[in-house]
């Protein structure tokens, strides 16, 4: 069964603070794809990254890096010098065999300026 | 990047009466599109697959005759919910996948469409 374990319901944290989500799965697919969306309060769906299972290489993007960990299921995202344009839901994402994504509960971030 | 239109973008409708919602993929083909549902505060659950020519797949717990599905061809789909009722007040996310490639087809997300049932 799959599952996307996103524990963190809300984060608050000051302007230009560093801040990690945390993203826990589950799959029993050895071919597994991970993802990270955000969504602003308009509501659209902005992609930030996807990841396949034998890739586990650290990526970074300008402020984003992601850290995927096969070892213990989890690919946590960190924005660095957080600004206020940050604030949204967050949502951890698993495609595998069940041929369609899968997305976690979401962790609302709000940036205090 | 590939795009993915709904109209409207919000609605309000009264009770009882249906409401459908159109979903495009404006510069590519898919075979798939998805369809979601997201009740405020609360993450994307999806309610259905549509394949294009065929009868849709619903997920457990989705009246099928509520919530019909028709996906005509391969740029569009649309969801009708029918006789709405103030529980279906919800944001509705469509999705579509790219019939290119190999591997992991890429899923296409739409702006969303809000009802609101009076």
């Known amino acids: 069964a799959q599952k996307v374990t996103q524990a963190q319901t809300e984060i608050s944290v000051v302007e230009k603070e560093d801040v990690t989500l945390d993203c826990v799965y589950e799959?029993?697919?050895?071919?597994?794809?991970l993802f990270w969306y955000k969504q602003p309060p308009s509501g659209e769906l902005v992609f930030l990254i996807r990841?396949?299972?034998?890739?586990?290489q650290n990526e970074i993007s300008g402020r984003y890096s992601w850290n995927f960990q096969k070892s213990t299921s989890s690919f946590n995202f960190t924005i660095t010098a957080s600004q206020v344009v940050d604030s949204a839901v967050y949502f951890c994402?698993?495609?595998?065999?069940?041929?369609?994504?899968?997305f976690g509960t979401g962790t609302r971030l709000t940036v205090i300026p | 990047g590939a795009v993915v239109s709904q109209h409207p973008s919000w609605v309000i409708c009264k009770s009882g009466t249906s409401v459908k919602i159109e979903c495009r993929s404006l510069?590519?083909?898919?075979?798939?599109m998805f369809w979601y549902r997201q009740f405020p505060k609360q993450s994307l659950m999806l309610m259905a697959t549509?394949?294009?020519?065929?009868?849709?797949?619903?997920e457990q717990g989705v009246e099928k005759d509520k919530f019909l599905i028709n996906h005509a061809s391969l740029t569009l789909s649309t969801l009708t919910v029918t006789s709405a009722h103030p529980e279906d007040s919800s944001f509705y996310i469509c999705?579509?996948?790219?019939?290119?490639?190999?591997?992991?087809?890429?899923?296409?997300f739409g702006p969303g469409t809000r009802l609101t049932v009076l």
């Open positions: 999705s579509a996948r790219d019939i290119a490639g190999v591997g992991y087809n890429e899923q296409f």
């Open positions: 799959t029993r697919d050895t071919t597994y794809y």
């Open positions: 549509s394949n294009e020519g065929s009868k849709a797949t619903y």
């Open positions: 994402a698993l495609y595998s065999g069940a041929n369609n994504l899968f």
């Open positions: 510069d590519f083909q898919a075979t798939t």
């Open positions: 990841r396949n299972s034998f890739d586990e």
